[in-house]
């Protein structure tokens, strides 16, 4: 029995082995931690406002593409995908569909999109509008005509995303296109 025992303890252990070292980031054990939801804070009131994972996201006012006012602080309660992009932009491009997508399935489940249009940025007026038609975009879309609020953000780079929980905490940062896999991942595991 003991034999037995420790030749199990041996297999389990060489399995881990295999899966941290040979399978790495496809392993079954970086899925199950990947998997894992953010942990709600206590007090998050009481964290400093910046751009930094654990910061609450800074607050801004603008208008959608209706003239209807969207403020960030509105949407406390729900999790929160903050995205910057511009119509000229290829990579935002290939990304919208997915957030399309991914919004239709979670926006019942306390979940919005907010994605800022870098008006400032685009070659002519009404290009953003074309693009929003054209992708058939239902989320929201504020315009950031006077391009204050990606200058907060420190927007740097075509797209910047901001995952945001349901009290308003910045819990990832990506500079970049992202891949729906990606996206689904970090829009579940926001509390």
């Known amino acids: 029995m003991k034999k037995f025992l420790l030749g199990a303890a041996v297999i389990v252990l060489l399995l881990f082995i295999v899966d941290k070292t040979i399978l790495k ?18 007090n998050p009131e009481d964290l400093p406002v910046g751009l930094e994972k654990g910061n609450l996201a800074p607050d ?12 960030l602080s509105d949407l406390r309660g729900k999790a929160v995908l903050l995205n910057f992009w511009a119509s000229w932009c290829p990579p935002c491009r290939a990304e919208m569909p ?25 070659k002519s007026s009404g290009d953003a509008e074309k693009f929003v038609e054209e992708l058939g975009l239902t989320f929201t879309i504020p315009m950031d005509e006077k391009g204050v609020v990606g200058a907060d953000y420190e927007v740097l780079a075509y797209p910047t995303s901001y995952f945001i929980d ?20 970090e829009i579940t595991k926001l509390p």
């Open 60 to 71: 801004f006012e603008l208008t959608d593409m209706d003239g209807n006012p969207v403020k």
């Open 166 to 185: 349901s009290d308003g905490v910045i819990r990832a940062k990506v500079l970049g296109a992202l891949n729906e896999e990606y996206m689904e991942k």
């Open 25 to 42: 980031d496809k392993g079954v054990v970086e899925q199950a931690e990947q998997m894992q939801k953010y942990e709600k804070i206590e």
């Open 98 to 122: 997915h957030m399309e997508k991914l919004y239709n399935k979670y926006k019942n489940e306390n979940f919005d999109i907010v994605a800022v249009n870098l008006t400032n940025t685009e």
